[in-house]
């Protein structure tokens, strides 16, 4: 299923690059390398030539963004800012099912305005990871074009920057949300219609991730379900829906087609590679992960829901 | 998929039947025949004959017991006894996800020993509904090697009767509970490690019902997941489980193996026969269900999962 030979074309991802301080039901730990750009990077260049655009501080380890080097991840667009870099500090709840947010320090993100590289302008795949959708209608207004343009967006912009939001909504192809912000951003508790709903804002596509539970595609060929890969060592779930967007994004450039079995592939290797993530703390496993072991745990996902005909 | 012309054994199934007053977002509704006995038997005899062992008191409508004697459900077992019938008062929060019980009236089943007739004794697929374990051990006592014995709990009798309920364990085949059950049982969050530990109290199968998300079924050939239908009207999910229970075991008895494939199947037909029962109050959906409707569904819920190979 996952082709080596395919031709492929580079994914853009805007995001945050971040310093998380995470006290976990295990382990305690601090100053672990994060932001939805760095896992929704690390998750795409397992398929496909994935290109940043972020800004850390002159605080962030050179070794960090080597180590993104060393995956293939394209960190030109990777600004250095005077200052210290983004951290987020939070904790988890003993069965990893809900987190508190403790501190966000924005530091450098406070004053980052994206900027593409010119080289990055064309790029047809657009990953708009979580940030200020003000900042995100920006890069909408520097690419080229794009074969495909998605979006994440969270709870704090959904309540606070509405408008601007649903102004993004207008202009992007697939939104990816979890189904908290899904019934949030719809003010419907049913899924269907709250799909519904939003889709009728703009995006045609909607992939909402439901951890342990899985995700579901909603398009116009209907509804598609993956489920989560059932792990026995969860350790961190912190990254798991940006290395979830990363996946599908890179898997959908190396297919090279969006039609439905790819959108629908695509969201099955998406809960193979978010499974990874959280076993690790911060993105530990996925810096070691490659394609073969993917390849291995995506059949398994199969053979879950596999019946006979 | 699913055959009109195998044969089949009967399902015997020992459970409740009440009056439930119901107190929905869309609507107060009184007096609604309920119970597990009455939503598993319904289901079950959409595919096979089922059995029924419950009791009901005096004030129970005799029309009720003729609808289900209409569907092909067996009767003789249902015990007429002098008092009230058991009854449920709840309340569903207005997203149907979470309810609370405001009143338990055992009445006539505060009494209830559940005898077989000769008949019964025979039956090949014993259903265990959501009784006393203690009554549940004494049905056990009364059969005569069953091919498949399955049962469900809840969380009373998990938290009141775990000595009981752990004795019962050891003598049934397949355990059929929700996920919050689950954990509460193997008093670990975990799915996968939760339903190890419960296997390892002797069921060979469990089958975790997840409501809205799915449902799974762990045995010695692993893990499958089936979804739930994503319905746009839900209205009432009282009975929803039972339902799933009960027609996973007229599937299972209608298609004559237990062996993986047909396990599988029976998940994924169990998952849509409740879908149609949370679409009315009470039973009025189920009374009228019919195994071409179940079928169409059933070909929707398959598209669901499906992706290309």
Same sequence: chains 1, 2.
Avoid at 39 to 66: C, H, I, M, N, T
Avoid at 115 to 133: F, Q
Avoid at 294 to 301: G, I, N, S
Wanted: aromatic letters at 8%.
């Amino acid at each position: 299923m996952i082709h080596s030979t395919r031709s492929q074309d580079p994914v853009l991802i805007v995001g945050s690059m971040a310093f998380d301080d995470l006290e976990l039901p295990s382990v305690d730990a601090k100053d672990v390398i994060g932001g939805s750009a760095t896992y929704a990077s690390l998750s795409a260049s397992l398929f496909s030539e994935a290109r940043v655009v972020a800004v850390v501080g002159d605080d962030f380890p050179k070794q960090a963004v080597e180590t993104l080097a060393s995956r293939g991840v394209d960190v030109e667009g990777i600004e250095r800012a005077r200052g210290k870099t983004f951290r987020w500090v939070g904790r988890y709840a003993k069965n990893l099912a809900s987190r508190t947010t403790l501190d966000t320090q924005l530091n450098v993100f406070a004053d980052f305005r994206p900027k593409l590289p010119a080289a990055y302008r064309a790029s047809p795949y657009l990953l708009l990871g979580n940030i200020h959708p003000a900042l995100q209608l920006e890069v909408l207004t520097q690419v080229e074009r794009p074969k495909l343009v998605a979006a994440d967006t969270m709870n704090f912009w959904i309540s606070g920057e509405r408008p601007t939001l649903l102004e993004l909504l207008k202009k992007i192809d697939t939104l990816v949300i979890n189904d908290e912000e899904l019934r949030q951003l719809a003010d419907e508790h049913n899924v269907k219609r709250a799909a519904a709903r939003v889709r009728s804002l703009g995006p045609r596509r909607l992939v909402v991730k439901r951890g342990e539970y899985g995700a579901m595609l909603f398009d116009d060929h209907g509804i598609f379900f993956a489920p989560a890969y059932p792990l026995e060592d969860e350790v961190d779930p912190t990254g798991a829906g940006d290395t979830f967007a990363g996946a599908l994004m890179g898997y959908l450039s190396r297919e090279g087609t969006l039609d439905e079995s790819s959108m629908r592939k695509a969201l099955m290797v998406a809960a193979t590679v978010a499974s990874f993530c959280v076993e690790g703390v911060g993105t530990e496993r996925l810096v070691s992960l490659d394609r073969a072991q993917v390849a291995r745990r995506l059949e398994d996902l199969r053979t879950l829901v596999h019946f006979g005909h």
